[in-house]
């Protein structure tokens, strides 16, 4: 199942009656970006458990947010994630002040959790339920699946879902796949931290029972990226993209 919303009738109905605006030369269509055999090699389909997963449309890539090893440095022990959500990136601690990184899209949920954790399990295909606030706000949408949606290329959660503790207490947030590769590289507005299906069995195969979290704050987007001593970049955000939200997330 597909969650999906139609446009109300009305202001289909307001669109038409739009005055049509002067003829003139449409614009070229976009250009795929020109990515190389690496890139697309990773973000072809593939199989996986018996469900095909489709290629990442090349429209939607580029060098940079493709996963790729980077320079990083952390007194965190290699095999840490370290996820700065402010920054849309996600890395995996490696040996000699490396890192795997990968591009994520940042939900609200995602920018109202900060500080550490572990992951106690993961979970392949995992099965998916709307919280109880999601059904109230919107019956409509999130009403017929109230009793969960099984696991597939449907589910939001897409193909691997790792779970965050602290403690023996389940955060609930998630480092998940995704339905919606369009959304990999924004802040979207629900949701935690979301991957690419191609990256998100990447990691999973990566990481182990017990594995160290470490989520930064705003203050901190970019730490890591450049030597001990030196300032942090500008990540680019908007206050429109990133809401302020309730917890220590400032």
Known sequence: ????????????????CAPEPPASNPPPAPQAP???????????????????????D?????????????????????????????????????????ALRYTVAVGEDGRGFSGEGHI???RDWPSWTPTKSMIKEDPELYGPVKDGLAGGLDNPL??????????????????HGTMDDSSIGKATSAGCIRLFNQDIIDLADRVRSGT??????????GKGTVPPGQPLPPVPYSPEDFPQTTGDDT
Do not use: C
Not at 212 to 221: K, N, P, Q
């Open 1 to 16: 199942m597909t969650l999906t919303r139609f446009a109300p009738l009305a202001l289909i109905a307001l669109a038409a």
């Open 34 to 56: 020109q990515l190389s055999a690496r890139v697309k090699a990773i973000y072809s389909q593939m199989e996986d458990d018996g469900r095909t997963i489709p290629a990442v």
């Open 58 to 98: 090349p429209k939607l890539l580029s060098e940079e947010k493709a996963r790729q090893e980077v320079d990083y440095w952390t007194d965190e022990p290699p095999g840490t994630i370290i996820v700065d959500p402010w920054a849309r990136k996600l890395y995996l601690v490696q040996k000699n002040n490396r």
């Open 120 to 122: 106690p399990y993961q």
């Open 158 to 175: 897409g193909a691997r879902a790792l779970y965050l503790h602290r403690g023996n207490k389940d955060t609930l947030y998630r480092i």
């Open 212 to 221: 160290h979290v470490v989520v930064l704050t705003r203050a901190e987007s």
